[in-house]
Structure formats: structure tokens, C-alpha cells
């Protein structure tokens, strides 16, 4: 199974930046999509950003432009460059991982993993 490590959480005062990072070990290969989550105390767990192997990205529409999410295929890295951060980006950050694989047979397709957290804190 896919193991995540999230990295580069801290605290910010209002209007800094942040790179985080997750590494990715274990059946690697296995990886498709990945992503970042967060979760504000009281609040569910939301999309942050999303990518595929292949680069494709999905963000969160209130993220756009603030936020950008890459990935080192190499590596088995992913990272979320946060820039502008503002105190309701207070959460901890998850990193995930999807498995995906074109034999439907495939035990890559029940990848689903998810990392421990990173906790971000932005004071104003």
C-alpha cells in the first residue's frame, strides 16, 4: 500500500507563502491521481487541488490563482505552492493518493491512500 508523507506546514502571518510537500513510497506505480485536502477545525474535509500522471489539474474554484499544485512523477513528490495565504486557509493538509490502471482487473484501481497531515496555520 501506497505510503504518504506530508511535509511544510507552519506558521504564517497573513499574505505569506507555503510549499508543501508529500512523498509517495510503496507500489508507486500504482499512483494516477493525487491530491491535496484540507480540513478547518469544525469543517469537513474539502478539495484543495488535484493532478494526474499525465498533469492534467482540477482546483478548488475559491483556490484558483492563489494556489498551484505539481508533481514529480520521478520523485513519487507532490507538492501545493500556497501563496497569499489568509488566515481561513487555517487546516490541516492532506495529501491522497488514487490508484489507476487500464486492466479493470488491476489491484492498483483499490489505491486509495491518504497521508497523515500537515497542519498550516495563517495569523492575521
Known amino acids: 500500500q501506497v505510503q504518504l508523507v506530508e511535509s511544510g506546514g507552519g506558521l504564517v502571518q497573513a499574505g505569506a507563502s507555503l510549499r508543501l510537500s508529500c512523498a509517495a513510497s510503496?507500489?508507486?506505480?500504482?499512483?494516477?491521481?493525487m491530491g491535496w485536502y484540507r480540513q478547518a477545525p469544525g469543517k469537513e474535509r474539502g478539495l484543495v487541488a488535484a493532478?494526474?500522471?499525465?498533469?492534467?489539474?482540477n482546483y478548488a474554484d475559491s483556490l484558483k490563482g492563489r494556489f498551484t499544485i505539481s508533481r514529480d512523477n520521478a520523485k513519487n513528490m507532490l507538492y501545493l505552492q500556497m501563496n497569499s495565504l489568509e488566515p481561513e486557509d487555517t487546516a490541516v493538509y492532506y495529501c491522497?493518493?488514487?490508484?489507476?490502471?487500464?486492466?479493470?482487473?488491476?489491484?492498483?484501481?483499490?489505491?486509495?491512500?491518504w497521508g497523515r497531515g500537515t497542519l498550516v496555520t495563517v495569523s492575521s
Open positions: 491522497h493518493a488514487e490508484g489507476g490502471d487500464s486492466d479493470p482487473g488491476s489491484p492498483c484501481n483499490d489505491l486509495d491512500a
Open positions: 510503496q507500489d508507486t506505480h500504482c499512483i494516477y491521481l
Open positions: 493532478i494526474t500522471t499525465g498533469g492534467a489539474t
